[in-house]
């Protein structure tokens, strides 16, 4: 438990306005401003360790005081609860000067001298106040929510745009209810929107409320590389993802299907999360422009095969022109896997020949 007298809240007001002040002068405030500076009584000073005392260089707390105990490791209970310093915002970090410790506890009675402090050499103590971070897509989802539920307008299709970008919001970490609309305000013609968000018992957000504004915008379906893609590099269906984008600005050749790009060997360096276009991927040639292929000639009962040279590359199932090097003829066949093109007969012009 934190012990925190008449005369601590008394210095931790002063603390407070003191940080106040330095920032309001445009200088970063010091995290973690004294707070419990009191002198030992005679019992307490009997009571205080002589050694076996660590400094501790980073801590992690969900509260707005850091005790001594946080600081200083092997502090008996009553000289560990006590309260020393103001902790960082919500999800904030800050720093205290090694200094400050070793003054605020020997004036607190915590410690007689800095020297049975150990710190290995740190000159700071890293403080870090945990929070529940609340990012833009939570803040969409309860959005879109609560038009389904006042509105009755199907979000689905649309994205939020949040004028200013989304907010940086921080709650106590404790709390997992869901982030709920408190207000929603909303213009079916523009779709503009006004909202107030809250999570259910954050002191954080009564006392600093989320208010956001924005514009519901139409999206559609793009596919995008989940991974910086080499060129010539094969995408398989772990490679790419579904996502939905705003329509605006997409152009009319982004491929919205995950089907058209897996399997497909990338044209060109494709970079992570930059929607595909249809001159991005190709099937992979396993014909190229002026090989040797083994051309196949199937007819009812009977067939041939000779070599012949490509006159232009393809992929599974292209129709590209191989030629004879004997008879120099130049012939159409469909390419029926590596290095092999099938060619078959004209029945049309047999049976017009008979």
Same mark, same amino acid.
């Given at each position: 438990? %934190?012990?925190?007298?008449?005369? $601590?809240?008394? %210095?931790?007001?002063?603390?407070?306005?003191?940080?106040?002040?330095?920032?309001?002068?445009?200088?970063?405030?010091?995290?973690?401003?004294?707070?419990?500076?009191?002198?030992?009584? #005679?019992?307490?000073?009997? !009571?205080? *360790?002589?050694?076996?005392?660590?400094?501790?260089?980073?801590?992690?707390?969900?509260?707005?005081?850091? /005790?001594?105990?946080?600081?200083?490791?092997?502090?008996?209970?009553?000289?560990?609860?006590?309260? !020393?310093?103001? &902790?960082?915002?919500?999800?904030?970090?800050?720093?205290?000067?090694?200094?400050?410790?070793?003054?605020?506890?020997?004036? !607190?009675?915590?410690?007689?001298?800095? =020297?049975?402090?150990?710190?290995?050499?740190?000159?700071?103590?890293?403080?870090?106040?945990? @929070?529940?971070?609340?990012?833009?897509?939570? %803040?969409?989802?309860?959005?879109? =929510?609560?038009?389904?539920?006042?509105?009755?307008?199907?979000?689905?299709?649309?994205?939020?745009?949040?004028?200013?970008?989304? *907010? &940086?919001?921080?709650?106590? #970490?404790?709390?997992?209810?869901?982030?709920?609309? !408190?207000?929603?305000?909303?213009?079916?013609?523009?779709?503009?929107?006004? @909202?107030?968000?809250?999570?259910?018992?954050?002191?954080?957000?009564?006392? +600093? *409320?989320?208010?956001?504004?924005?514009?519901?915008?139409? $999206?559609?379906?793009?596919?995008?590389?989940?991974?910086?893609?080499?060129?010539?590099?094969?995408?398989?269906?772990?490679?790419?993802?579904?996502?939905?984008?705003?329509?605006?600005?997409?152009?009319?050749?982004?491929?919205?299907? =995950?089907?058209?790009?897996?399997? +497909?060997? @990338?044209?060109?360096?494709?970079?992570?999360?930059?929607?595909?276009?249809?001159?991005?991927?190709?099937?992979?040639?396993?014909?190229? +422009?002026?090989?040797?292929?083994?051309?196949?000639?199937? &007819?009812?009962?009977?067939? %041939? /095969?000779?070599?012949?040279?490509?006159?232009?590359?393809?992929?599974?199932?292209?129709?590209?022109?191989? $030629?004879?090097?004997?008879? +120099?003829? $130049?012939?159409?066949?469909?390419?029926?896997?590596?290095?092999?093109?099938?060619?078959?007969?004209?029945?049309?012009?047999?049976?017009?020949?008979?």
């Amino acid at each position: 438990m %934190i012990r925190l007298s008449l005369a $601590t809240f008394l %210095i931790l007001a002063g603390g407070f306005g003191a940080a106040t002040a330095q920032a309001q002068q445009g200088r970063a405030p010091v995290q973690g401003a004294p707070v419990a500076i009191a002198s030992a009584g #005679p019992a307490q000073a009997a !009571a205080l *360790p002589a050694s076996g005392l660590r400094l501790r260089s980073e801590i992690h707390l969900a509260r707005d005081l850091v /005790t001594f105990g946080d600081l200083i490791q092997g502090l008996p209970g009553d000289l560990a609860g006590m309260a !020393a310093f103001r &902790a960082p915002a919500l999800g904030e970090t800050g720093t205290i000067q090694v200094g400050r410790v070793v003054e605020a506890a020997r004036g !607190a009675g915590v410690i007689r001298d800095g =020297a049975v402090l150990q710190n290995q050499g740190f000159a700071q103590v890293v403080v870090t106040r945990t @929070a529940r971070r609340i990012g833009a897509a939570e %803040i969409e989802a309860a959005v879109k =929510a609560g038009l389904q539920e006042r509105f009755g307008v199907d979000a689905r299709l649309f994205a939020l745009a949040i004028d200013g970008g989304a *907010p &940086a919001v921080a709650v106590e #970490p404790d709390l997992t209810g869901e982030l709920a609309i !408190a207000d929603l305000a909303f213009d079916a013609r523009s779709r503009r929107l006004q @909202a107030r968000l809250a999570v259910a018992g954050s002191t954080a957000l009564r006392l +600093k *409320p989320l208010r956001i504004s924005g514009q519901l915008v139409e $999206t559609v379906e793009v596919v995008v590389p989940r991974r910086a893609i080499a060129r010539g590099e094969t995408l398989a269906q772990g490679d790419v993802a579904v996502e939905r984008r705003p329509r605006d600005g997409q152009g009319t050749d982004i491929i919205g299907d =995950a089907r058209a790009a897996i399997d +497909k060997v @990338a044209r060109r360096a494709l970079l992570a999360g930059v929607p595909l276009r249809n001159g991005d991927v190709q099937r992979e040639e396993i014909v190229a +422009k002026g090989e040797l292929v083994t051309i196949v000639y199937e &007819a009812p009962g009977l067939l %041939i /095969t000779l070599r012949g040279r490509a006159g232009e590359a393809g992929a599974m199932g292209d129709v590209v022109s191989v $030629t004879n090097p004997q008879s +120099k003829r $130049t012939l159409q066949g469909t390419i029926t896997g590596p290095g092999r093109v099938s060619v078959r007969p004209a029945i049309g012009r047999v049976a017009s020949a008979n």
